[in-house]
């Protein structure tokens, strides 16, 4: 069994950073043997994939954050993360980490959340003037 926590999450003005964080535990390798993904969810709308990082360390990003986050894992601490920079209002969200999206490729992962068997409970990220 696989948990998943968030943290990082925050207030911002437009153009500001944030970087979060996913600490997985209960599962030593999971960066390794799953696919992860941030994914963000706003209140009324359906979970948009972010990006994801597969197990061989490659990366991809929804169009919209491209240039602008960076995904990245350190596999030592079992740890996911999520940079974002030059942050956007319609960035505002809840963040995810998902691991799972075994057997697709990177855009159906992205665009699948449903097929990632591992969730967190989210950190809220706000951007605001």
């Known amino acids: 069994q696989v948990q998943l926590v968030e943290s990082g999450g925050g207030s911002v003005q437009p153009g500001g950073s944030l970087r979060l964080s996913c600490v997985a535990s209960?599962?030593?390798?999971?960066?390794?043997?799953?696919?992860m993904g941030w994914f963000r969810q706003v209140p009324g709308k359906e979970r948009e994939g972010v990006a994801v990082?597969?197990?061989?360390?490659?990366?991809t990003y929804t169009e919209s954050v491209k240039g602008r986050f960076t995904i990245s894992r350190e596999v030592a601490k079992n740890a996911l993360y999520l940079q974002m920079n030059s942050l956007k209002i319609e960035d505002t969200a809840q963040y995810f980490c998902?691991?799972?999206?075994?057997?697709?490729?990177?855009?159906?992962?992205?665009?699948?959340?449903?097929?990632?068997?591992?969730w967190g409970r989210g950190t809220q990220v706000t951007v605001s003037s």
């Open positions: 998902a691991a799972g999206g075994l057997g697709l490729t990177a855009a159906q992962a992205l665009a699948e959340p449903e097929l990632f068997g591992y």
């Open positions: 209960k599962y030593s390798h999971v960066l390794i043997d799953y696919r």
């Open positions: 990082i597969d197990s061989d360390g490659t990366t």
